[in-house]
Nanobody, 114 residues
Framework: QVQLVESGGGLVQAGGSLSLSCLAS?????????MEWYRQAPGKQRELVAS???????TYASSVKGRFTMSRENNKNMIYLQMNSLKPEDTAVYYC???????WGQGTQVTVSS
């Protein structure tokens, strides 16, 4: 069984920054896994924001490229999403995802005010 717990969401003004964290526990070592961040805005489908392979290759949605950075601390079994230059359209619930385990966190709300 795999558990993913996100934290770090909140309310921020446009142009500000937030850092999200995801702690993985159970039968998973993020060191060996591709990990992903998704988000879902009200009335919209969940979308992939960032992905990072175990080999350290990161990809980003075009809407966040250059503003968001995904990283990980394998010894703590944690992944992160640093979000800079936030825009109101970044407002969403952000989810951590381990695709090989079909595991999702509960999500953390990010709200960007204009």
């Amino acid at each position: 069984q795999v558990q993913l717990v996100e934290s770090g969401g909140g309310l921020v003004q446009a142009g500000g920054s937030l850092s999200l964290s995801c702690l993985a526990s159970g039968s998973i070592l993020v060191k060996y896994q591709t990990m992903e961040w998704y988000r879902q805005a009200p009335g919209k489908q969940r979308e992939l924001v960032a992905s990072d392979t175990s080999g350290g290759v990161s990809t980003y949605a075009s809407s966040v490229k250059g503003r968001f950075t995904m990283s990980r601390e394998n010894n703590k079994n944690m992944i992160y999403l640093q979000m800079n230059s936030l825009k109101p359209e970044d407002t969403a619930v952000y989810y951590c995802h381990a695709p090989d385990y079909h595991a999702w966190g509960q999500g953390t709300q990010v709200t960007v005010s204009s």
